[in-house]
């Protein structure tokens, strides 16, 4: 009896709703699965994601949906209780897979680690605590056997079903880089044609995405010979691919696939209804014209001197070679340590971007202005080069305007590649674009074309004689142009600081206005003992690493759930971009025009002014009924970086036009004028001009 009621108080003692599902021992397999909830709750009728994490020991394989010529993919289910739990499972969503060749069969697979979506819904009248645990089956191979394998994973802890309320649940910030593995949303209908044996598929595509090494993964079974060669063709804004059908294939009503755009993880969902294909058109080449998108990035480079956060560092720096006694190898030095400083700056920054693509985050060009603690050290460093151009004090190591020295040039091209790159401009768009998908050799070239251009200003001035006697002769007028030029750069730190406060709050941005201030009077005293001849004092040593370690932490005061980026009056009726935004905005029939862009990026500031925010282009768009989109890309947002890169582009700002009646998009220049918006938006009425 005594042991009956120890019983019955150990059952009073577990919750009522639920128990959680006792862990059942792993069989061993070759690839090591393990489910994963991205919230520990749900609200009625509300959907929850599961992560599949798929973990293949090294030379074993997993498939996608289509497997291709053999395999099998993952099949989930509830098992046996299924009858119990309030759940819908919804599809599977997988990442973009690879193609592998084995004794001649065409497969698509996944080498490394890998992890599947899908959606849990729960009913509307599911309440309570839930132990859930699905039943896995997969197929691992190798390129000699395979192993069917299966695996039953239960969701760590409980998944509440309750009403939402108060604060948000939190989420495992993992979906994040595993959902910009999935292959991005056209956002346009494919069409394809079938032409005797062969299947020819029309991609809306701009011609400004580079492809290299494409291949498109159908969707369904049976369809294409998967092992034959694709063939891909240009046709201005479309791609055509020439597929050779399957024997006996059955005509599709539809088609889904899966285009991979290059060698790594980026791709696009397709979806196809039949319709006219182009005939002919451009053979892709097995890659971009690397010439020409090395000669856009040193324009764009070279346009990036006339930034104003640039253009007085270069400015002075050219101005440094006319001082007396600089002779000709001096300057030739000067030159090439300048232009080293550049390009290794513009090759390091390259070579993270492209490392942290690799490893799955969602980021594009010009990333480190979406970190707070990076504009914030932006920040201080603009205050820390008005005071110097001012003539508040002087550095210890010359780079600027006096002094010169290989080491100084060296340290000023580092610094002028660092402030230069917040944003695209003309030229720089499709081979930042382009960088982001080519092997990682030929993407570097492109950083280091586009750091050559950047610095070539100076190298020329550097290297030629004759440019360098057009320079006015030293007086003293360069100490007032000096201090001129401050004026540019202190309005940089002013843009730097409203921009710490769309990205931070306010509690942040005056957190900086104190740090600003203080090293202002910091310098100010330094300045004050060099005039005296004096040294720095251990006060003033201690006050700058104070200034240091404030600053590194001040990104830890800034309250996400308070941040809502401030929505910019618009004299245009503008809505928030989504991907769910836009399908709906061109299924409405009406013109669509979107544009991606971010407080940091001078050139969107300027065509907004100049083009987008003008009454002549609220009245056109009026009149033809435009559904205007815009994407903030002020702070990180995986999912305008995924529609970006699907689009070509590597940054902002990017424009589209999608015309009336649900046409393909329309890539526009990132130079915008009101009457190219105003003719847009007439064409879509018909009317003239």
């Keep these: ?320 070679l006319v001082r007396a006694g600089e002779s000709e190898a001096q300057a030739r030095a000067e030159g090439l340590a300048y232009t080293a400083g550049v390009v290794l700056a513009c090759l390091a920054l390259g070579a993270l971007l492209l490392a942290l693509r690799a490893g799955g985050e969602q980021v594009g060009w010009a990333f480190q202005l979406q970190e707070p603690l990076v504009v914030a050290a932006l920040l201080l460093l603009a205050v820390t080069i008005t005071a110097n151009l001012a003539g508040l004090f002087e550095f210890a190591v010359p780079g600027f305007a006096a002094g010169g020295s290989r080491q100084g040039a060296f340290a000023t091209g580092l610094l002028a590649a660092f402030v230069a790159t917040p944003c695209t401009g003309p030229f720089m768009a499709a081979a930042m674009g382009a960088a982001l998908l080519l092997p990682v050799a030929q993407a570097l070239l492109l950083f280091g074309a586009l750091g050559l251009g950047l610095a070539l200003p100076f190298l020329l001035l550097a290297c030629v004689p004759s440019l360098r006697r057009l320079l006015p002769r030293p007086g003293v007028w360069m100490v007032w142009f000096r201090k001129a030029m401050a004026v540019p750069m202190a309005l940089t730190a002013l843009a730097l600081l409203w921009l710490s406060w769309r990205i931070g709050g306010g509690r942040f941005a005056l957190i900086l206005i104190v740090l600003g201030q203080f090293l202002y009077f910091v310098l100010s005293a330094i300045g004050s003992r060099q005039r005296l001849g004096l040294g720095m004092r251990p006060t003033m040593w201690a006050s700058l690493i104070l200034i240091a370690a404030i600053t590194v932490f001040a990104p830890r005061t800034i309250d996400p759930s308070a941040i809502a980026l401030r929505s910019s009056q618009s004299l245009l009726p503008t809505k928030p971009f989504s991907e769910e935004s836009l399908a709906k905005a061109r299924a409405s029939g009406k013109p669509v025009f979107l544009y991606l862009t971010a407080d940091w990026c001078l050139t969107c500031k300027v065509n907004e002014a100049a083009a987008i925010e003008r009454e002549e282009t609220r009245a056109a768009f009026e009149n033809a009924g435009v559904v205007v989109l815009r994407g903030d890309w002020t702070r990180r947002d995986p999912a305008i970086t995924r529609f970006l890169t699907a689009q070509g582009a590597a940054g902002v700002p990017l424009y589209i036009w999608y015309p009336a009646g649900g046409g393909g998009g329309q890539q526009l220049p990132q130079v915008l004028t009101p009457a190219l918006l105003a003719e847009l938006a007439a064409k879509s009425t018909g009317s003239p001009k």
């Design 1 to 320: 009896m005594t042991a009956l009621l120890h019983l019955l108080a150990l059952l009073s003692a577990l919750p009522a709703a639920a128990q959680e599902l006792p862990a059942v021992a792993p069989r061993p397999t070759h690839i090591k699965a393990e489910l994963v909830g991205e919230q520990p709750s749900v609200a009625p009728g509300g959907t929850v994601w599961l992560a599949i994490r798929m973990r293949p020991e090294p030379g074993w394989h997993g498939y996608w949906l289509n497997p291709g010529d053999a395999g099998l993919g993952i099949d989930l289910s509830f098992g046996e209780s299924a009858a119990r739990l309030p759940f819908t499972l919804g599809g599977i969503e997988y990442p973009v897979p690879h193609t592998l060749v084995v004794q001649g069969l065409m497969n698509h697979v996944y080498e490394g680690e890998y992890v599947v979506l899908v959606p849990l819904k729960a009913d509307p009248d599911a309440r309570g605590q839930h132990g859930l645990r699905l039943a896995a089956r997969w197929l691992a191979c190798t390129d000699k056997i395979c192993v069917p394998e299966s695996a039953e994973l239960a969701l760590p802890g409980l998944l509440e079903v309750a009403a939402t309320g108060g604060n948000p649940a939190p989420r495992d910030p993992r979906f994040d880089a595993w959902r910009a593995a999935l292959p991005a949303p056209l956002g346009s209908k494919a069409a394809f044609a079938i032409d005797g044996q062969t299947l020819r598929v029309a991609i809306p595509l701009p011609a400004s995405v580079v492809l290299d090494q494409p291949h498109l993964f159908m969707a369904s079974e049976g369809q294409i010979k998967y092992g034959a060669p694709q063939r891909f063709f240009r046709d201005g804004d479309r791609l055509v691919v020439e597929l050779d059908r399957a024997d006996k294939a059955a005509t599709p009503s539809q088609l889904s696939a899966v285009l991979r755009l290059g060698k790594g993880p980026d791709g696009l969902a397709i979806d196809a209804a039949p319709g006219s294909v182009p005939a002919g058109g451009t053979p892709l080449s097995q890659g971009p014209a690397l010439g020409w998108l090395l000669v856009s990035a040193l324009l764009g480079g070279l346009l990036l001197n006339v930034m104003p956060c640039v253009f007085p560092i270069l400015s002075l720096k050219a101005l440094s």
